[in-house]
């Protein structure tokens, strides 16, 4: 039985192991002593990683509706950027189609105005070939 838990808590044996005189430990416990540093750094890291896994519910409510809160604003923020890109784009299109009509209108006039020229042309052609 202890030795399960010492497997599962490697920190705690090597306390243990510490508080041996020296010449009672073999090679294999030295290593293991010394391995303390390594285990430690990886129980801080597992520590921080694991550490909202632990939380009460008081804890953890305050959190969570800040979280909540947060996600909402970004969201709503988010709505009206793409109501106003919409809009703009919704604008700006329309903006084009006037545009574009205002130049088949100029088109349509020149258009007409260079045929008037050349009727008015041919019309002074023909009055001088009457003359």
């Known amino acids: 039985m202890a030795l399960k838990y010492f497997a599962l808590c490697p920190l705690k044996a090597i306390v243990k192991l ?4 020296a010449k009672n430990l073999t090679w294999a416990l030295r290593e293991r002593i010394e391995g303390k540093p390594d285990i430690e750094k990886e129980y801080d890291a597992l520590m921080d990683i694991s550490r909202m896994w632990f939380e009460t519910p008081l804890e953890f ?11 909402a ?3 709503e923020e988010r ?6 890109e919409a809009f703009e784009k919704k ?6 189609a006037l545009e574009k009509k205002r130049a088949e209108g100029l088109q ?17 052609r023909a009055g001088d070939d009457l003359a």
């Open 73 to 75: 604003a970004n969201e």
């Open 108 to 124: 349509k006039k020149i258009s007409l105005l260079n045929i008037g020229q050349r009727e008015a042309s041919a019309i002074t």
């Open 79 to 84: 709505k009206r950027r793409e109501e106003e």
């Open 61 to 71: 409510r305050p959190r969570l509706d800040e979280a909540i809160a947060v996600y």
């Open 18 to 21: 510490e508080k041996l005189s």
């Open 91 to 96: 604008k700006r299109e329309e903006e084009e």
